[in-house]
């Protein structure tokens, strides 16, 4: 039974879009959810939180009418709770037939489709470069991007593709002109927006290391080196090569005020090196990781702001909302950066997470090797990104 296939519960259910769910668990209310996709999608991902009681219960045990009273168990009858599933259909049914039997129930519009579309700016307030830096957060998968605009002027860092509209409105809505769209690298956990704003008249821009890899349109777009820099007002771009977690890996200083890491650095872990060469190749790559972060990222001064492309649920976000960090904090916080390099590599190859979902379709993507509609490419990055390494054994005491 597919979503489409559920009837229309008796009786009306209210539903909670995904923005407002965001914001009442960020607000701090203690949220209750069922989960009614089956285990396999659930221990994937799901909606979590320190705040947010999560409980999996898939639609089937509901179909029936005499449902097991060891599944109605698990659910409280004394507080609300939010129904959801991956587009909101089963889910609508499964609240009905709940509300039948007297609970407190809504569900959630577009279920985990609806939760993936959440796509906010927040502020860079600690950035003090030449004009304002706003950091894109989606917490469904953990991605993030960097929109700095100045003088009329506008670049995007890491740009999901999903998403592509929404960089040009809100461009149009600060009055500026998105300039650049830049990669850091060729991502293997969601499908970059870069050729898609190309196509839309912004100038997309890749690493010139990560060309060998196979990208087919390398010819359509710029190719930024070592050193290279982009203009936006006054605010300058700085190209910053880090290979590691991929070959062509590259960071980008915006304005010598953060060090945009893509998947080299994140504010509570660093980089895993297996991605592109798997697991035989990941040795070479964890030590090109330690040269790079050693060499060009941990030489910044201290107060250089750090921001990867993702975050995890371990990851604390500084006071302004933003997953930023200064370098120097971050040396002091994680064991990995004052390690010598056999011990680094040692670390970061013990304990390996998953690798991302589809991430060979997605990389495959990337490179222009493999093509997807826009509702393909949605389903494809799905899930968690888990890009970087093991964050219980990076971080310090």
Sequence with gaps: ???????????????????????????GENITLLDARMQSEYEEWHIDGENVTSINAPYFEFLDDDI???????????????????????????????????????????????????????????????????QYQRPSSGCL?????????????????????????????????????IDTHVHADHISGVRALDERGVEGVIPEAAVDRGVTYADEVTQAADGDTFAVGDATIETVFTPGHT??????????????????????????????????G??????MLYESLQERVLTLPDDTLVGGAHFSDAAVPADDGTYTAPVGDLVEQM???????????????????????????IIA?????????????????????????????????
């Design 335 to 361: 064991d990995a950066l004052t390690m010598d390099e056999d011990d680094f590599v040692d670390l970061i190859l013990s304990d390996m997470p998953p690798r991302p979902a589809n991430y060979e379709d």
């Design 247 to 280: 070959t062509g890996m590259t960071s980008y200083l915006i304005d010598d005020s953060l060090l945009a890491t893509g998947d080299g650095l994140f504010i509570e872990s660093v980089a895993r090196p297996d991605l592109e060469e798997g697991d035989d």
């Design 365 to 397: 993507t990337n490179l222009g090797q493999n093509a997807v509609d826009d509702d393909e490419a949605f389903t494809l990055e799905l899930g968690p990104n888990n890009c970087a390494a093991s964050q219980e054994s990076l971080a310090g005491d």
């Design 1 to 27: 039974m597919n979503a489409d296939d559920f009837p229309t519960p008796d009786v009306p259910i209210e539903t909670i879009a995904p923005d407002e769910l965001k914001g009442r668990i960020d607000a």
């Design 145 to 181: 991007g960097y929109l700095v605009y100045d003088d009329g002027e506008a670049a995007i860092v890491d740009p999901l593709r999903a998403f592509t509209d929404r960089y040009l409105e809100d461009a149009d809505d600060l009055g500026v002109d998105l300039k650049y769209a």
């Design 68 to 134: 097991d009273q060891d599944v109605l168990a698990q659910i409280p009858d004394n507080r609300e709770v939010t129904v959801l599933c991956a587009k909101g259909g089963a889910s609508e049914y499964v609240a009905g037939e709940l509300a039948e039997r007297g609970y407190d129930v809504n569900h959630l519009e577009d279920g985990m489709n609806g939760w993936a579309s959440i796509y906010e700016a927040v502020e860079v307030t600690d950035y003090d470069g030449a004009g304002t830096l706003l």
């Design 282 to 287: 990941a040795p070479d790559a964890a030590r």
